[in-house]
């Protein structure tokens, strides 16, 4: 059932989805030599869902392969979180947790994997596997556990990171007497609000607009339009249920002294006073650091919630969220599945081998959903001379020069895909995907001359509440 989502539309919509799958058949062409410009770098992290999809592309179709990688990146992600849940809940061998099942669903399915983050998610959900199995401390489990990090670090440094901050706090922590924990949780949060001020000093650092909204992780529901912000607040009314059953149950004083409560604490700290975007010295940039591990947020919550007895209507509360927002999910994907499928019948008008860009925005949707839509859209058939992951620098594709398949500047690849961008002579010949004069609901495919400025096309594709669209 959890894979369910995977197969349930015609395609997978998750953002960057589309862009890890595009560059993994770019890694095929380099590998024979039709992408004159492009090389695949070696590299030891952020490259393990990567690695997961060429792999798989050179074995099964290009949807099996989107299929299986996520479907096995969601199993990943969601047992990790519940076997890590059921550890930190501290109910040994007793009945697992499956009161926080549909909290972690919801999760599994939230803002991370709707933004299509899938190393970092992968990476995130074997280490909450890693914390669960040294749980038992015995030299196999935390041998095992030093495994599962390193294939984490794969995908993504933070999540191993933050595991072994966990399990550092919680070691140094039980060998403290109660009242000299609040000491160690008072000296974390002054270090992380010095690790922010120091960002912010040293590097810049941008918090970003309603950056206080990922404190509990809640905020992970709002994945499209703004009408899941109020399945947001509902769960995080059932968390404060939650608290409230374990606060009857142990007292205020004993859950302060509680480590698995100062970990929720600390990381609300971290996302609240740490920068969300930091750029680094050059042209590299640290991005969406608060909002992914607001992910890991939510999960501490989950874990703490699995200690509490459930409660029959706070069970069913939470199946009812549930419930309504894969219900919306449903048809945000069908959605933009709707957009996808217009997309493809335009872009087969232009020739084999053609620079295709793409600059749609929904004014609807938190996220960039339709700006990697055309990378999909022209595996086989073009190249998304925008797509961004070769000109960062930190993904296995990059560029060693300019060429024609990509874009050698990261700046012009952003501009490129909201607009504003002039067009060089270098980069023509080269086609426009935008809203037809004639008929607002189709694509038409244009050339575009040097000197002309890419503008945006601004879309409604996403439902407002429950109707099936809104109209461009």
Not at 10 to 32: F, M
Not at 48 to 69: K, N, P
Not at 83 to 106: I, T, Y
Request: aromatic share 12%; glycine share 8%; proline share 4%.
């Amino acid at each position: 059932m959890v894979v369910a989502p995977c197969f349930w539309q015609q395609r997978i919509q998750a953002g960057d989805l589309s862009s890890h799958v595009y560059n993994a058949w770019l890694v095929q062409l380099i590998e024979q030599g039709r992408a004159a410009g492009l090389v695949v770098a070696a590299q030891t992290q952020n490259v393990l869902f990567d690695l997961m999809l060429s792999s798989l592309l050179r074995v099964v179709g290009l949807e099996w392969t989107q299929r299986i990688a996520v479907a096995a990146s969601v199993l990943i992600f969601f047992w990790g979180a519940f076997s890590f849940a059921w550890s930190f809940s501290r109910r040994g061998s007793g009945e697992p947790p499956w009161h926080v099942v549909p909290c972690l669903a919801m999760l599994a399915y939230g803002w991370v994997y709707h933004m299509g983050l899938f190393n970092f998610y992968v990476s995130l959900g074997l280490s909450l596997a890693a914390l669960a199995v040294a749980h038992r401390r015995t030299a196999v489990s935390l041998a095992a556990a030093g495994v599962l990090l390193m294939v984490a670090y794969l995908g993504h440094a933070l999540p191993p990171a933050w595991a072994l901050f966990v399990a550092g706090y919680t070691w140094l922590g039980q060998r403290l007497r109660p009242r000299r924990r609040l000491l160690l949780a008072g000296s974390a949060v002054a270090a992380v609000a010095g690790l922010g001020a120091a960002l912010k000093l040293v590097l810049h650092g941008d918090w970003g607009p309603l950056h206080f909204l990922s404190f509990s992780g809640a905020e992970q529901l709002w994945t499209f339009g703004n009408r899941y912000l109020a399945l947001a607040a509902v769960l995080l009314v059932l968390w404060g249920f939650w608290l409230l059953a374990l606060l009857d149950s142990r007292g205020f004083r004993r859950l302060v002294f509680d480590l698995r409560f100062q970990l929720c604490v600390l990381n609300a700290a971290f996302v609240l006073l740490v920068p969300n975007v930091i750029d680094l010295p050059g042209a590299a940039r640290v991005s969406l650091l608060v909002t992914r591990m607001s992910l890991a947020g939510a999960v501490l919550y989950c874990g703490l919630a699995a200690a509490a007895r459930p409660r029959k209507w706070v069970l069913a509360a939470s199946a009812a969220v549930a419930i309504v927002f894969f219900s919306f999910t449903y048809q945000d994907e069908a959605a933009l599945n709707r957009i996808e499928t217009t997309m493809e019948r335009a872009v087969r008008q232009v020739p084999p081998g053609s620079r295709v860009v793409s600059s749609l925005v929904d004014t609807n949707l938190r996220m960039f959903s339709l700006a990697h839509i055309i990378d999909r859209v022209c595996i086989g058939r073009c190249f998304s001379y925008a797509n961004y992951e070769p000109s960062t620098g930190v993904f296995r594709v990059r560029t060693r020069h300019p060429n024609a398949v990509v874009t050698a500047n990261l700046w012009d690849s952003w501009a490129m895909q909201v607009g504003g961008y002039t067009v060089k002579a270098e980069d023509v010949p080269l086609y426009r995907v935008h809203l037809c004069e004639t008929d607002r609901d189709s694509f038409c495919v244009v050339p575009v001359k040097s000197g002309e400025t890419l503008q945006r096309t601004w879309l409604r594709v996403t439902p407002g509440l429950w109707q099936r669209r809104s109209g461009s």
